[in-house]
């Protein structure tokens, strides 16, 4: 599966990805197409086989503030759901859930994909210390090998405590510890702790991914202990690299032998409708791990040029374009402007091709106005063009002939008007067209 990695009309950010069992399970806040605010008042849970990464099966509401496909799980509040986690301990799966607002919930179930039934708010009286004014906020959980569990939370301000191993719910007295993170001002601000807590344990190391106050990156600090102290090694990926920004939360997983990021990307012109992805990523020796950039391959090891591709699985937007969707079944690229440029990492063109050309279509929206696709080759600026293809005022198919491809590649589409002269400048922001699918054919 292509990023995103859930069928295209689904929007599970803040992904925490969990390997229960034969199957990887994504835990995420639900956003919404047309949302004009963060997340929803529920959440879902997605899994797929270890053994087939592409099919992934959506196992319904999980757990919820508000009644819908199931009753409410929150009689005391029915604010908005953000960012879970989910642990196993004993045979038991829990789910840390923050609310908006509101005391944070923890849900248990015999099954990884729930649902949650309520277990607890977080119990403590007020002589235990607490941050977060007992919120919780993005709560990450870490069971070590010795039975303990730890609760890494907060907004701004990076707070743990260690819970009780027998209930998962209750704070142990004493435990306690901010920052986790280094927050002094004088620490960079691409290093400093905004958000998103997620704790992992790879070999003896423990690993706290979580986003730092500038930029649109998931950073991670490292420690010999599951109470630190925690050292800033840097950063994984930045969704907001040559695609339109916003804020990220994700963690890492292991599967099949090789580890991921999970992470998501915006989309519908808005810091909101955030769609799940993820990026092959090294764990080296020295625990670092070195930075990724943002692909349009998911789980795959490259896309097919020969397949239809849709649009809207760019991982290069620049210049104010963005994925749109209308509806489950229409999604394109939607204000395409002369100078825009839509990317796709990575192609496999194969090495058996001979011929002395090929072609390129691109399925189009037309938006009145003839202009030009120049299709370049590796890098949008200063790579090689290939073809250009001529794009005229109505919807269609619009073919070109490009130079014949093999090996891996990635490729640009860099769009452009064709008026001269005096009128040049009023065209220089007007859509051109909305680009939907594509496909090279031999």
Not at 104 to 123: M, T
Not at 166 to 191: A, F, W
Not at 268 to 290: F, H, K, Q, W, Y
Not at 384 to 405: D, F, H, R
Request: glycine letters at 10%.
């Amino acid at each position: 599966m292509p990023n995103p990695i859930l069928p295209l009309w689904e929007y599970i950010p803040d992904g925490e990805p969990r390997v229960f069992g034969d199957r990887v399970y994504l835990y995420g806040s639900h956003d919404r197409p047309a949302g004009q605010s963060f997340c929803d008042y529920k959440l879902k849970v997605w899994s797929a086989p270890l053994n087939d990464l592409n099919n992934w099966q959506c196992h319904g509401d999980s757990f919820r503030t508000r009644d819908g496909q199931r009753p409410a799980d929150t009689p005391w509040t029915g604010n908005a759901l953000f960012a879970p986690d989910v642990i196993e301990k004993d045979g038991k799966y829990y789910l840390y859930a923050y609310i908006v607002g509101a005391k944070g919930a923890i849900g248990v179930s015999d099954h990884p994909e729930g649902p949650f039934r309520l277990l607890s708010q977080y119990q403590y009286d007020e002589n235990i210390q607490v941050g977060d004014n007992g919120i919780f906020n993005d709560a990450g959980v870490l069971v070590d090998e010795d039975g303990k569990v730890y609760v890494y939370y907060g907004f701004t301000e990076s707070n743990m405590n260690e819970l009780d191993g027998r209930d998962m719910c209750t704070v142990i007295p004493g435990s306690y510890r901010r920052p986790v993170i280094d927050d002094r001002e004088e620490v960079p601000e691409e290093q400093r702790f905004f958000e998103a807590s997620s704790p992992r344990k790879v070999g003896d190391t423990y690993y706290l991914i979580y986003s730092p106050r500038k930029g649109s990156r998931l950073a991670y600090v490292t420690a010999p202990s599951p109470t630190g102290p925690f050292t800033y090694r840097g950063y994984i990926i930045d969704n907001g690299v040559d695609y339109p920004a916003g804020n990220n939360h994700g963690s890492i997983a292991c599967l099949n032998g090789q580890w991921y990021v999970f992470y998501h990307r915006m989309t519908n012109n808005t810091i909101m409708s955030r769609r799940a992805c993820v990026e092959r990523i090294e764990i080296l020796p020295d625990g670092t791990i070195p930075p990724v950039e943002m692909t349009s391959l998911g789980f795959e090891e490259a896309l097919n040029p020969y397949k239809i591709t849709p649009a809207d699985i760019a991982c290069v937007l620049k210049g104010g374009c963005f994925v749109i969707e209308r509806n489950i079944f229409d999604r394109s690229i939607a204000r395409i402007t002369s100078g825009c440029v839509m990317g796709y990492k990575y192609f496999d063109f194969g090495e058996d091709f001979t011929g002395d050309s090929m072609t390129l279509a691109l399925d189009i929206g037309g938006m009145g106005t003839n202009c030009q696709v120049r299709i370049m080759l590796d890098d949008w600026e200063n790579g090689k063009e290939i073809g250009v293809c001529e794009v005229g005022a109505a919807s269609g198919v619009y073919k070109a002939k490009v130079k014949p491809l093999t090996g891996r590649h990635a490729i640009y589409f860099v769009c452009r008007h064709t008026v001269e002269g005096w009128m040049a400048d009023y065209f220089t922001d007007k859509p051109l067209f909305e680009l939907k699918n594509f496909v090279f054919m031999k």
